[in-house]
């Protein structure tokens, strides 16, 4: 897989953006997605997943109440709508898919090591 993302750039405290997720060749409908942040100089964290079939959602406490995953595997998309970004918020935000796990609401975290395909990053700042 080639994972691309794309949807980042510069917004205001409190502002929305909505990150896209897709892969031109092959069918993404298998795979579990992920979202990860890694903020500057900070290691790579999860934020988000979603089952492959779009039925199973996990957010990380930070994200619950802001941030919104979903998917349209007709489309081979899967996206993060992001409200109320913060400061904190800033950095570059990857997908990524696996066939290894399933995507469980009962989840504590989300770990980078489950995640076999990444695409190249979008840079999001938070900044007024």
């Known amino acids: 897989l080639q994972l691309e993302e794309s949807g980042g750039g510069l917004v205001q405290p409190g502002g929305s953006l909505r990150l896209s997720c897709t892969e031109s060749?092959?069918?993404?409908?298998?795979?579990?997605v992920g979202w990860f942040h890694q903020a500057p100089g900070k290691e790579r964290e999860g934020v988000s997943c979603?089952?492959?079939?779009?039925?199973?959602?996990f957010l990380t406490e930070s994200a619950k109440g802001r941030f919104t995953i979903s998917r349209d595997n007709t489309e081979d998309m899967i996206y993060l709508q992001m409200d109320a970004l913060q400061a904190e918020d800033t950095g570059v935000y990857y997908c990524?898919?696996?066939?290894?796990?399933?995507?469980?609401?009962?989840?504590?975290?989300?770990?980078?090591?489950?995640?076999?395909?990444w695409g190249q990053g979008t840079q999001v700042t938070v900044s007024s």
């Open positions: 990524a898919a696996t066939l290894s796990i399933v995507c469980s609401p009962l989840a504590t975290e989300i770990e980078v090591t489950d995640y076999d395909y």
């Open positions: 060749e092959f069918d993404m409908a298998y795979y579990t």
């Open positions: 979603i089952s492959a079939r779009g039925d199973s959602t």
